[in-house]
């Protein structure tokens, strides 16, 4: 007798299951908040891939390969792995078996289990799912240095125009200016700050500029005539008040974004990524320290420290607040999310080696110790099990600051930093 297909054996009705949730989501309040629900889960099964691929390149047992946790949404067993999808998204699991030496396990897979790994194998795949994060971290950086870019200090350009009182164009576009165009030189004098040509068009009122502009990456010039910002208005008021003239274009100048050739994009992503390492690595030495926690705790009694925005630009954010500002980088622009997804992917690959169980760092750190205190012919096995104290205390710190975070960022969310 043949039974029905099912939600639990049917990778099809998985599949169209979860691109229901996309489009009602996608419906009911844009594309930002699937779009990072999807970067999310696929950085979690990126990390997941990590530790599958190692072991099996390593020659281990890998019996399940599993999305999320709870109850099973849809698995499928190829060869002597299963693999599959539970209904909390909330991260995932590969298994190997024999990742403590008190599990029994059948004599006959034993040679293919984790403690019977030799000790590069051990740490290679334990690490492998923040290596991962490091790889999808440099991918991130690299798509957004090629796709949207990023401000570039010795650029110096057109961001907008601003409108005169009185005037159908304002001396800039007068002259020919476009929002884009990058300033390159002002009467033959290079220009390498925003400051620098802001001071130049100030001091010279009424006197003809040559400028030299890249537009689309072709050279034109230019001429301008600065006007005296005392006799123009602005929403009713001058744009200069002082007893002498001011020069102005009526244009806002700062840092034109600059997109990276496919080759150039690749040191730039290194840069990128190497500046975030070293600001994660600060701030989870700071998330862990007492006084941060005291802050939380304040935070928590006290609205109006919760919602300062000196104490907001530095508090740690739960997963509800890195979804929230993920959205809103999204909503700023797509190189903004990319931007996010990549510092996130790098802290949470950092937080994931901190050298204690239940992290993935507490196995490299146990494989090192066990292969420091090893004799030729003769492997130490650790005792997991003393362990326990230390491991409680950690997860009960891990609760806590999951609580308080959580429920400062549902009470008193931190404000758009994007708006």
Request: aromatic fraction near 8%; charged fraction near 15%; hydrophobic fraction near 50%.
């Given at each position: ?55 099996k390149r390593a020659g281990l047992l890998v019996s399940d390969f599993f999305v999320g946790f709870g109850p099973v949404i849809w698995s499928t067993t190829r060869g002597e792995t299963r693999y599959g999808v539970r209904a909390l998204l909330l991260g995932g ?60 200090a010795t650029h110096v350009g057109i961001l907008s125009f601003s409108h005169w009182d009185g005037y159908q164009l304002n001396a800039a576009q007068r002259a020919g200016l476009k929002v884009g165009d990058q300033i390159v030189k002002v009467n033959g004098r ?207 710190v891990l609760i806590v600051l999951f609580a308080t975070t959580l429920y400062l960022d549902i009470v008193h969310p931190i404000a758009n930093p994007f708006g």
């Amino acid at each position: 007798m043949r039974t029905p297909r099912t939600l639990r054996s049917s990778p099809v009705a998985a599949f169209a299951a979860v691109a229901a949730v996309v489009a009602l989501l996608t419906w009911r309040v844009g594309w930002a908040l699937p779009a990072v629900l999807c970067a999310i889960i696929l950085m979690v099964m990126g990390h997941e891939f990590g530790h599958f691929i190692t072991a099996k390149r390593a020659g281990l047992l890998v019996s399940d390969f599993f999305v999320g946790f709870g109850p099973v949404i849809w698995s499928t067993t190829r060869g002597e792995t299963r693999y599959g999808v539970r209904a909390l998204l909330l991260g995932g699991y590969v298994k190997v078996p024999g990742m403590t030496w008190d599990q029994p396990i059948d004599p006959a897979p034993e040679a293919r289990t984790y403690r019977s790994a030799t000790y590069p194998r051990k740490v290679l795949f334990a690490s492998a799912g923040s290596l991962m994060h490091g790889v999808m971290a440099l991918t991130l950086a690299w798509a957004s240095l090629t796709l949207f870019g990023l401000p570039s200090a010795t650029h110096v350009g057109i961001l907008s125009f601003s409108h005169w009182d009185g005037y159908q164009l304002n001396a800039a576009q007068r002259a020919g200016l476009k929002v884009g165009d990058q300033i390159v030189k002002v009467n033959g004098r290079a220009i390498t700050s925003s400051t620098e040509l802001a001071n130049l068009v100030h001091h010279d009122f009424g006197q003809r500029l040559t400028l030299l502009v890249v537009r689309n990456g072709q050279d034109l010039t230019l001429h301008a005539t600065p006007v005296d910002g005392r006799r123009v208005d602005v929403g009713g008021v001058p744009l200069a008040h002082g007893p002498r003239p001011e020069g102005f274009l009526g244009v806002e100048v700062g840092a034109l974004t600059v997109r990276s050739s496919l080759l150039g994009a690749v040191p730039g992503a290194f840069h990128e990524v190497g500046m975030t390492i070293d600001s994660a690595v600060h701030g989870l030495a700071h998330v862990f320290t007492p006084g941060e926690f005291a802050n939380l705790f304040h935070q928590v009694v006290s609205p109006s420290a919760a919602t300062s925005p000196a104490t907001q630009s530095t508090r740690p954010v739960s997963i509800v607040g890195v979804v929230r500002i993920a959205v809103q980088g999204a909503q700023a622009g797509a190189g903004t999310l990319l931007y996010i997804l990549m510092s996130v992917n790098i802290f949470v690959g950092l937080f994931n080696l901190l050298p204690i169980l239940p992290l993935d760092g507490g196995y490299v750190a146990i494989a090192t110790y066990e292969r420091l205190r090893s004799r030729r012919g003769q492997r130490y096995h650790a005792d997991i099990t003393r362990l326990a104290p230390v491991i409680y205390a950690f997860v009960s710190v891990l609760i806590v600051l999951f609580a308080t975070t959580l429920y400062l960022d549902i009470v008193h969310p931190i404000a758009n930093p994007f708006g």
